[in-house]
């Protein structure tokens, strides 16, 4: 089922304090230039704890259909695309792959794109959010997000929106049989008419 809602002088004296303002200008600048190479030491850390965990499978999930009505309005109010009960084909990949739950440590977000089917520029669309989870909850919340693209309207996007992964383990969600998936538009523009959409997400399973 799919259904779009609104969610709402210079003496000695004076060389001397220039000298002092100078090293404390100099001592910021190494202590800046340190923060930045601890947070380089950190995602590079982060991506090599990431890179060890062995992949079991992937999770493709392509071709899902949706419309973008007309005349949605722009604003900082969202507009969700809900399709509850959605199949995660988990019985699939877990035979497929010959593996079970028990042997995944986490099902994290790899990559996912929108593409309008009849080529129609979504440069009125700001910000996507797609989120996952249990089926038949009220919403899915900021939490359940597992892709996402903002600032779109800085840049021409055309007729494909490439998504970015978060870094949510959507397991307790894939290792049901059901989920629930919602995609949330925030609108730079009015959407001209009804457009024909498709969604395509892949996850890999790690242990």
């Not at 809602?5 to 000695?12: A, C, F, H, M, Q």
């Not at 200008?25 to 995602?43: D, N």
């Not at 990949?93 to 739950?101: I, K, P």
């Not at 309008?116 to 899915?140: H, K, N, Y």
Request: glycine fraction near 4%; include cysteine; proline fraction near 6%.
């Amino acid at each position: 089922m799919q259904m779009i809602r609104s969610i709402r002088r210079t003496g000695r004296k004076g060389v001397t304090n220039t000298n002092h303002t100078q090293r404390r200008e100099s001592q910021g600048v190494v202590k800046f230039l340190r923060l930045i190479a601890a947070a380089g030491v950190f995602l590079v850390l982060a991506s090599c704890q990431k890179d060890q965990r062995e992949r079991i499978l992937e999770m493709d999930y392509p071709n899902i259909p949706f419309s973008i009505p007309a005349g949605l309005s722009p604003g900082p109010i969202p507009r969700a695309l809900v399709l509850d009960n959605f199949s995660s084909n988990l019985r699939y990949y877990l035979t497929t792959y010959s593996t079970d739950t028990s042997a995944i440590g986490a099902i994290l977000p790899l990559s996912a794109n929108i593409r309008s089917l009849d080529d129609t520029d979504l440069d009125f669309i700001q910000e996507v959010s797609v989120r996952i989870c249990p089926q038949g909850s009220g919403a899915c919340t900021p939490a359940d997000e597992v892709f996402y693209i903002n600032d779109l309207q800085r840049n021409r996007i055309g007729s494909q929106i490439r998504l970015l992964p978060t870094l949510v383990n959507a397991k307790r969600n894939l290792s049901k049989e059901r989920f629930k998936l919602e995609i949330w538009f925030y609108l730079y523009d009015l959407s001209p008419y009804a457009i024909p959409c498709r969604l395509d997400m892949r996850f890999e399973a790690v242990r």
